[in-house]
């Protein structure tokens, strides 16, 4: 729970007001939810912590009668397979999961050998946004 107040509180000051703080549990709690976000000043996009979910604020949305992406764009992270197939078709962000996990091994083989760890590498090739008609 630790590193989930850790990356709320990082995206609440990269934001520069606090986030709410939401656990989606099933439609009849997602739709009030979205209607009521959407309905605020400056809602503009809303980029999911994976596809699955991006889909229900998606689908919830849709019942809504919110435009997306016209009023509102959508983004996954994951690029799953259901992703162009949902209408609008979701954006994704496609993470090169091959190259991340050889550069994890690499940096522990080095801190095995002693080297000085200096933490991850951010790489520009491994991760990707792949649009699609939600934004």
Same mark, same amino acid.
């Given at each position: 729970?630790?590193?989930? #107040? @850790?990356?709320?509180?990082?995206?609440?000051?990269?934001?520069? *007001? =606090?986030? $709410?703080?939401?656990r +989606?549990?099933?439609?009849?709690?997602?739709? $009030?939810?979205?209607? #009521?976000?959407a309905a605020? $000043?400056?809602?503009?996009?809303?980029?999911?912590?994976?596809?699955?979910?991006?889909?229900?604020?998606? /689908?919830?949305?849709?019942?809504?009668?919110?435009?997306?992406?016209?009023?509102?764009?959508?983004v996954?992270?994951?690029?799953?397979? /259901?992703? =162009?197939?949902?209408?609008? *078709?979701?954006?994704?962000?496609?993470? #090169?999961?091959?190259?991340?996990?050889?550069?994890?091994?690499?940096?522990?083989?080095?801190? +095995? #050998?002693?080297? $000085?760890?200096? @933490?991850?590498?951010?790489?520009?090739? @491994?991760?990707?946004?792949? /649009?699609? *008609?939600?934004?």
């Open positions: 729970m630790a590193r989930v #107040d @850790g990356r709320h509180a990082g995206a609440s000051e990269v934001v520069g *007001s =606090p986030l $709410p703080r939401v +989606i549990t099933d439609d009849d709690t997602l739709d $009030p939810l979205v209607r #009521d976000w605020g $000043p400056g809602r503009t996009g809303v980029c999911a912590f994976d596809d699955r979910t991006a889909l229900e604020v998606l /689908a919830a949305l849709h019942r809504a009668d919110v435009d997306v992406p016209g009023r509102v764009g959508v996954g992270v994951d690029d799953s397979s /259901a992703a =162009p197939f949902a209408f609008p *078709s979701l954006s994704s962000v496609r993470l #090169d999961l091959d190259t991340q996990a050889r550069d994890l091994a690499r940096r522990t083989v080095q801190t +095995i #050998d002693g080297e $000085p760890w200096q @933490g991850l590498l951010l790489r520009d090739d @491994g991760a990707w946004v792949v /649009a699609r *008609s939600s934004t």
